[in-house]
């Protein structure tokens, strides 16, 4: 882009016989823009997946360790893992997760945001600390919630009393307890996105608000929830999507146990890439969830698109 | 002009006081398990399991994990790690802020054909499980020389914080009142002056919320780190799980330290950033 | 300094048109101003012009220059938005130097940008908030910066976008009166939207009524006003709107009201016998306190009952019941009388508008050629 | 981007890779030709099968351990005492052979997925690696290990000292194996040489037994009954710790020596076919004992246990015993390393009925990497790593339990012993018989984990009989796929 003076700006302005055309951006040019902007990010991203590629073409073959000269065997591997009761049932723990966890986490985070964005004392030291738990690694989190979930020594029956014969990862128990920590190392993730997104509001609506003497919750339900809806469901998408892929710290928690109380997708196609050594299995496993999660990505998306829409209507 | 923005104004009544303590709830929920991770750094191995509250604290744990140099426990110098996983979060939100604000900038702008597509095409990178790429992505950063770098950590890390990035700044740009950028156009400024000088400092919270996010998920990343890198290029979160050691003992008092000391320059940048988070930058006014 | 020219300009949302087909053509330092409701264009028609919107088919042309395809920064036009859009981290000196800075409207050294701030500044009597941020501005004052970042520069055009419209009554007409003051305003050729129809009338050398992306009407603020072409720019310019009063042609007359009214047409109107007709009355054209009694030639009388009299300050409006019709008229409090009353009305001829009959809500043309007026027939 | 010169080779042919094989890998990856050859090499490393000849043969001249001078190995690991005795004596290895060893950790919890991937991806990033013996079995076939016979019956590139045969029989055999189905170990390859071991026997609190008088169980039911009155689940107290995770290792050791002393056994031979036998009468009576021992005096949350929590609990006083390697239990007695360290002691464990102190071996072995270009520079390290003098130090000096080698348990081993008591008596019981209880076959890890998650689901209240039938037949038709 040039920076020099287009020439005749000064006043008066000199009368021009002949006016000089300034510099034209031909249409093609303009209606690019977008995309030059775009691409790089798409290109930097799309080079590290090009393996993704090869990942999803193994589940086609019969790609394994003993089996080191794959061959093309169609949709088999599909049709054997769908036809998989441990298939389903690991679709089954790996919803259940995803959509408890991450309703809690935005009810939570949503409920944290709002109390923290009132000028309270409480609210300011607090928020200093809001982010401390997305600072601890899921792997680690795993760990430490792990000996604090030991029946024998942990400090929660300790603290809580419950004796040594409680147990917080039974099979009855175990999904709810990985949900848990889950909620406990993500929460501020949505926290934080809704309070940065809160702060970003328009004053006017909600003096104007206080003014007619609305009630909090009525301003909430009409003019803060639709206003930050946006951030929020960026919020759900990027969780649910995190939940549908889980691995870090239910593997360290429990390995997807007790039986397959805990089996969620990705600890499925773990053991069978990782454990098993096949990777056609373990790539149609991954693929699969691939699907689940792009299926509800898309969904997500759009719901996020109307909503920002609507938003864009409620802000003016 | 109030300074807050939701319910009521700083007053003693029933309703703040039951928010202070959902608020003081929250945190002890969210707090305790950090302080019991600490009460663990301050342990010896004989007492790591057996005492709750009452034990007698020693600092020798953060000793033994920063001078944890290439010796029995770790085989990296757990300092070492930590410069690197600086170098390459820091290097990756970089590059993700470089490449992704003008991507988030362009959805959040223009409605251009494909937008849609672009933007779910950066989201959809985030969806392929971790597993499923890394063992092609494993020989694929070996055959060009990436496998143990810290560009090649810098580049699969892409895979975390650009599509956070962008998905969060989206929603900022679209907020933004498109009147501002337009006058600057029209008081002379290039469209790239216009970006860097008037819409760019006005999603300053967007970018530091969105940054601090992408460097916290990039810190925590695990896979990626573990498979990718070797001795030269270990992150530090890699670096924390090998204390759990192996063989009959496991040191969880030094995975504590460690993970004390790790996450100290992510909260130190949440610190320094949390500014910008917390006070909007009067954001509010910008909208008419 | 420069002339403007629109040409079929064009520009559509999805599957909503925002302008139809739009011909502008300014002189060089007229003032120029684009009237409508909202929704119907204007801000899309100044940013097409400006720049900084892609049209979909058009043509449009700056001092005798094609801007196809030209940057927004190098059209040399300076605008004022309706939002003010103040850059919000900038103080008001920032705000209004901006485009001193940018070298697209001229280099000035800092001695030079300061004493047109100061001008400008002085004119608008904000001298005293240099250093202040617009958010500690009232909007009386936000929206004289956002002028004065016009003012500030030269430009060939100066677009100004509802520049008042969120001022209130008050202080509304007092910028009004100040604008049209302005000797920069003067100078450059200017194009300002409103749908203030007083803005409009007081400010426009000339006036584009603009109606669902199409222009309905160009002409003086007295053509307009006068001769409106069809129903929608009658009702668009006065408050209270014209009353319109279906009618219809009965023996070289026009009779409304149940018959109880009627005009005479001239032949040149031609209009035909049992043609469907409306007539318009505008309130403050309205007189009342006419004697009761013969029709003087040039008048048109009614009588009727007030239902309604409301007081607007020295002025009050009243709705008369016509034979069951309802005519709104607009009196000095003197001429006012108490709801109940019967009352005669009175309104010269001239002053009477026929329109094509139509559909309620239908909007339908002025009959009759321009130049045409009743009275001057009769 | 560059192409860094690195250690890395390709495996076929050893030929460097090219900026123009770059090329056409990436470049042209949008079409399934492209994909295709791009699998070769991004998917199986492969390389030295026997028919190609050994690089051990290329090794001529006298022994001599400065023969690979100058070079530099990387070997994979994971945090283990093993790895920790031998840590400060690599020195003493490069003083001997000028070849320079840099050792990278992995944590036991994710030391297979990184030596899975790196194995699958065919890179000779590391040259020896810490196998288990029934990784043999799976890394084997695809031909990722090399074979070490050719380097041990080279005396160029072996030293007259080394003394194989002094490792234990049993050790030997258990990592040698040819592949096929049904066949038993010691047959085949030598695919990776034995470095330290672990017979899985009984830990317990001797103090507390002490206390109250009384001594560890000599069958199985007195087991079952002596670990339900030791429990206290109000003092947080409970009888026997032993694994009970979600992973083929809960299988291993303390339930598979239990379930051989019983006379189970994990698969039938039927020609070159494997019948599973986990349903068996006695497989099944044995499997509801076992977990009923878990649920009545095991751990609260037994599924979640590996051998670290359940050594952990017997350190901290929380478990009364361990049933789990004699090894990992060995350094919770040593001073300051837990709570307990100094009242634990050792004992074989119960007897099966006849008699039997059959007992499952694990032993940590070290592997070449079959696409190492530094094979020489490794056999030199594995040769050294295993041999007598190395291993002696790394006993004297710190935690090496146990040793692979009779001259070295005999030795040095055993005048550490002093503060283990019932230590060295128990490895004398159960040494001889003393190995690999399984069948060897490809599928060990899937049909092995799915043995862990039927013992999960029957301490879940699955009944057993129905649960180990499912698992049976599953298990059959895996490995006979």
Redesign the interface.
């Known amino acids: 882009?040039s920076?020099t003076v287009t020439g005749r700006t000064h006043e008066p302005a000199p009368v021009q016989e002949e006016p000089e055309r300034p510099p034209s951006v031909p249409a093609w040019r303009r209606?690019a823009?977008?995309?030059v902007?775009?691409i790089?990010?798409?290109l930097?991203?799309?080079?590290?997946?090009?393996?993704?590629f090869?990942?999803?073409y193994y589940g086609v073959l019969n790609y394994s360790a003993i089996n080191p000269e794959p061959i093309f065997v169609g949709l088999e591997n599909f049709a054997r893992v769908l036809t998989d009761s441990q298939f389903w049932g690991s679709v089954r723990v790996t919803l259940v997760f995803a959509v408890v966890a991450t309703g809690a986490e935005m009810v939570?985070g949503v409920?944290?945001a709002?109390?923290?964005?009132?000028?309270?004392r409480?609210?300011r030291i607090?928020?200093?600390?809001?982010?401390?738990?997305?600072?601890?690694?899921?792997?680690?989190?795993g760990?430490?919630?792990g000996?604090?979930y030991?029946p024998q020594?942990g400090?929660l029956n300790?603290v809580f009393g419950l004796g040594s014969t409680f147990n917080w990862l039974s099979t009855d128990l175990a999904l709810w307890s990985v949900i848990l920590v889950d909620i406990?190392i993500f929460?501020?993730?949505v926290a934080?996105?809704v309070?940065?997104?809160?702060?970003?509001?328009?004053?006017?609506p909600?003096?104007a608000s206080?003014v007619d003497g609305a009630s909090?919750f009525y301003?909430?339900r009409r003019l803060?929830l639709p206003m930050i809806w946006?951030?929020i469901l960026?919020a759900v998408?990027?969780r649910f999507?995190?939940c549908l892929?889980i691995?870090?710290h239910i593997y360290v928690l429990t390995a997807g146990g007790p039986g397959a109380a805990t089996r969620t997708?990705?600890i499925g196609?773990?053991e069978d890439?990782?454990i098993n050594l096949n990777?056609s299995l373990?790539?149609t496993y991954?693929?699969l969830?691939?699907i689940l999660?792009?299926i509800t990505?898309?969904y997500l998306?759009s719901v996020l698109?109307k909503a920002?829409r609507r938003a864009?209507g409620a802000?003016g | 002009?109030?300074?807050?923005?939701?319910?009521?104004r700083?007053r003693f009544t029933l309703?703040?006081v039951l928010?202070?303590l959902?608020?003081?709830a929250?945190?002890t929920?969210?707090?305790f398990?950090?302080l019991?991770?600490v009460l663990?750094a301050l342990k010896?191995?004989?007492?790591?399991?057996?005492t709750?509250f009452a034990f007698s604290p020693t600092l020798e744990n953060f000793g033994t994990v920063l001078s944890a140099r290439?010796?029995?426990?770790?085989?990296?110098d757990f300092t070492s790690t930590l410069i690197t996983s600086v170098v390459s979060c820091v290097g990756a939100v970089l590059?993700s802020l470089i490449?992704?604000v003008?991507?988030a900038?362009?959805?959040g702008?223009?409605k251009?054909r494909?937008?849609?597509d672009?933007?779910?095409?950066?989201?959809?990178?985030?969806?392929?499980?971790?597993?499923?790429?890394?063992?092609?992505?494993?020989?694929?950063y070996?055959?060009?020389?990436?496998?143990d770098?810290r560009v090649g950590l810098i580049?699969?890390l892409?895979?975390v914080t650009?599509?956070?990035v962008?998905?969060?700044l989206r929603?900022?740009f679209?907020?933004l009142?498109e009147?501002?950028e337009?006058?600057?156009?029209?008081?002379?400024?290039?469209?790239?002056?216009t970006f860097l000088t008037?819409a760019l400092?006005?999603v300053r919270?967007?970018i530091?919320?969105a940054a601090?996010?992408a460097f916290?998920f990039a810190?925590?990343?695990?896979?990626f780190a573990?498979?990718l890198t070797?001795?030269e290029a270990n992150t530090v979160?890699v670096a924390?799980?090998?204390f759990?050691?192996?063989?009959?003992?496991?040191y969880?008092n030094l995975?504590?330290a460690a993970?004390v000391i790790?996450?100290l320059p992510?909260?130190i940048l949440?610190?320094t950033i949390?500014r910008y988070?917390?006070?909007?930058?009067?954001?509010?006014?910008?909208?008419? | 300094m420069g002339t403007l020219k629109v040409q079929g300009l064009r520009k559509k949302y999805g599957k909503t048109t925002a302008v139809d087909g739009v011909d502008l053509a300014v002189e060089n330092g007229e003032f120029f101003v684009v009237l409508g409701p909202s929704g119907a264009g204007k801000t899309t028609t100044l940013?097409c012009i400006?720049?900084?919107l892609e049209f979909d088919d058009g043509w449009i042309e700056i001092a005798g220059r094609n801007m196809s395809g030209v940057?927004?920064?190098h059209?040399n036009?300076?605008?004022a938005?309706e939002?003010?859009?103040?850059?919000?981290?900038k103080t008001v000196f920032e705000n209004l130097a901006?485009?001193l800075r940018?070298?697209?409207?001229g280099r000035y050294g800092a001695e030079e940008r300061r004493r047109r701030i100061q001008t400008v500044t002085d004119t608008l009597g904000i001298s005293h908030l240099w250093e202040r941020f617009?958010?500690e501005l009232s909007n009386g004052q936000r929206q004289r910066v956002a002028l004065g970042?016009v003012l500030v520069?030269p430009a060939d055009v100066y677009l100004l976008d509802e520049p008042l419209s969120?001022l209130d009554a008050k202080l509304r007409a007092a910028m009004r009166a100040e604008l049209k003051q302005l000797g920069e305003l003067a100078d450059i050729t200017t194009l300002y939207v409103t749908h203030d129809y007083q803005e409009a009338l007081a400010l426009g050398d000339r006036v584009a009524v603009l109606r669902d992306g199409r222009i309905v009407q160009v002409d003086t603020p007295e053509q307009v006003w006068h001769q409106p072409v069809d129903t929608f720019v009658a009702r668009a310019l006065g408050q209270p709107e014209m009353n319109l009063l279906d009618g219809r042609v009965d023996g070289g007359r026009i009779r409304v009201a149940g018959g109880t009214v009627s005009i005479p047409v001239p032949p040149a109107l031609g209009v035909q016998q049992r043609q469907a007709v409306r007539v318009g009355l505008r309130p403050r054209d309205i007189s009342t306190g006419a004697d009761p009694g013969a029709e003087p030639p040039g008048r048109l009388r009614m009588r009727g009952t007030v239902r309604l009299a409301e007081r607007l300050g020295r002025s009050v409006e009243m709705s008369v019941d016509v034979a069951g019709t309802p005519v709104i008229v607009v009196v000095s409090s003197d001429n006012a009388r108490p709801e109940g009353d019967e009352v005669d009305l009175d309104i010269a001829l001239e002053h009477v508008h026929v329109f094509a009959g139509g559909e309620p809500d239908v909007d339908t043309p002025r009959l009759g050629a321009a130049g045409i007026e009743l009275g001057k027939q009769a | 981007?560059?192409?860094?010169?690195?250690s890395?080779q390709p495996q076929n042919g050893g030929r460097r890779?090219g900026r123009r094989d770059?090329l056409k890998?990436?470049g042209v990856a949008g079409g399934g030709a492209a994909l295709a050859s791009l699998l070769p090499?991004?998917g199986v490393g492969g390389g030295t099968t026997s028919d190609e000849g050994s690089a051990a043969d290329e090794v001529s001249g006298g022994f001599d351990w400065k023969k690979a001078e100058g070079e530099s190995i990387?070997i994979l690991?994971?945090?283990?005492?093993?790895?920790?005795s031998f840590?400060?004596l690599l020195k003493d290895f490069t003083e001997l052979t000028g070849i320079e060893v840099?050792?990278?950790?992995?944590?036991?919890?994710?030391y297979f997925?990184?030596l899975n991937?790196?194995l699958?991806?065919?890179?000779g990033?590391h040259d020896v690696f810490m196998i288990g013996a029934y990784f043999i079995w799976t890394y084997g076939p695809p031909g990722w290990l090399e074979d070490l016979d050719p380097w041990l019956e080279n005396s160029s590139a072996t030293s007259d000292e080394y003394d194989f045969e002094d490792i234990y029989e049993g050790l030997r055999m258990a990592t040698r194996w040819d592949f096929q189905q049904g066949s038993p170990l010691g047959t085949g390859g030598q695919w990776a040489i034995p470095w330290g071991f672990e017979t899985n026997v009984v830990a317990y609190n001797k103090a507390e037994f002490d206390r109250r008088g009384i001594k560890p169980a000599e069958t199985f039911d007195d087991f079952i009954q002596l670990a339900i009155d030791l429990t206290d689940r109000s003092e947080s107290r409970y009888g026997v710790a032993f694994r009970g995770s979600r992973s083929w290792a809960t299988i291993h050791p303390g339930f598979m020596t239990q379930y051989s002393r019983e006379g189970a056994v994990d698969y039938e031979v039927d020609g070159d076919e494997l019948v599973a036998a986990m349903n068996s009468e006695k497989a099944v009576d044995f499997t509801r004992k076992w977990v009923e021992l878990a649920r009545e005096a095991g751990p609260t949350s037994w599924t979640t246990y590996e051998?670290?929590d359940a050594?952990?609990?017997l350190?901290?006083?929380?478990a009364m015993m361990v049933f789990d390697?004699d090894?990992?239990?060995?350094?919770?007695n040593r001073p300051?390393?837990?709570?307990e360290?100094g009242n634990l002691a050792w004992h074989p464990g119960p007897a099966g009925p006849d008699g039997s102190y059959a007992t499952n071996l694990w032993t940590w072995s070290l592997a070449m990497n079959s696409a190492s270009q530094k094979k020489l520079a490794a056999w030199l390290f594995i040769q050294w790593a295993t041999g007598k003098e190395a291993m002696s130090d790394a006993v004297r000096e710190s935690a090496f339990a146990d040793p692979t080698r009779a001259s070295v348990f005999d030795g040095a081993f055993k005048e550490t012993l002093g503060d283990f008591p019932g230590y060295l008596e128990t490895f004398e019981k159960v040494i001889d018989s003393t190995e690999i209880q399984f069948t060897p076959q490809t599928k060990f890890f899937e049909t092995t984990e799915n043995w862990a998650v039927a013992l999960q689901d029957i301490y879940s209240g699955e009944d057993a009989r129905s649960r180990l039938d499912a698992l049976a037949e599953s298990n059959t038709d895996e490995v006979n796929a």
């Open positions: 882009m920076t209606k823009r977008p995309y902007l775009s790089p990010a798409v930097i991203i799309a080079g590290i997946l090009y393996p993704f090869l990942g999803a939570l409920g944290v709002l109390l923290l964005n009132r000028a309270s409480v609210g607090f928020e200093r600390v809001l982010i401390l738990p997305l600072m601890v690694a899921p792997v680690i989190a760990v430490i919630w000996l604090m030991n020594f400090v300790y406990w929460t501020p993730f934080i996105l309070l940065a997104g809160i702060r970003s509001l328009p004053r006017d909600f003096e206080e909090w301003t909430f803060t946006p951030y960026v998408i990027f999507m995190d892929k691995f870090d997708l990705q196609a773990y890439s990782i990777y373990g790539s991954m693929f969830l691939w999660v792009f990505a898309r998306v698109g920002q864009a802000e | 002009m109030s300074t807050e923005l939701l319910p009521g700083r309703t703040s928010a202070d959902a608020l003081l929250w945190f929920f969210a707090l398990p950090i019991w991770m663990l010896t191995s004989a007492e790591q399991t057996s709750y290439g010796t029995e426990l770790t085989s990296v590059v490449i992704g003008p991507a900038y362009a959805a702008r223009w251009y494909g937008s849609n672009v933007m779910f095409t950066i989201l959809s990178f985030r969806f392929a499980p971790e597993l499923m790429v890394v063992v092609p992505l494993f020989v694929i070996h055959q060009i020389g990436l496998f770098t580049w699969v892409q895979l650009m599509p956070l962008v998905w969060i929603s900022y679209q907020d009142p009147d501002l337009q006058a600057a156009l029209l008081d002379g400024y290039t469209r790239r002056r008037v400092p006005l919270p967007g530091a919320a601090l996010l916290i810190w925590n990343n695990y896979v573990l498979i070797g001795n979160t924390i799980t090998k759990l050691g192996g063989g009959g003992q496991a969880y995975t504590a993970a790790a996450a992510p909260l949440a610190l949390q988070l917390v006070r909007g930058l009067s954001f509010g006014a910008v909208k008419a | 940013k400006a720049g900084l940057e927004p920064y059209r036009v300076a605008m938005f939002s003010y859009a103040l850059y919000p981290q901006s485009p940018s070298g697209r409207t617009p958010r970042r520069r969120h | 981007m560059t192409v860094r010169s690195s890395f890779l770059l890998y990436l090499a991004c990387k690991q994971t945090p283990h005492p093993y790895q920790q840590q400060p840099e050792t990278e950790l992995v944590p036991e919890a994710d997925t990184k991937t790196e699958a991806g065919g890179s990033e051998y670290p050594t952990r609990d350190g901290n006083g929380t390697a090894s990992a239990t060995y350094p919770q300051g390393e837990s709570q360290a």
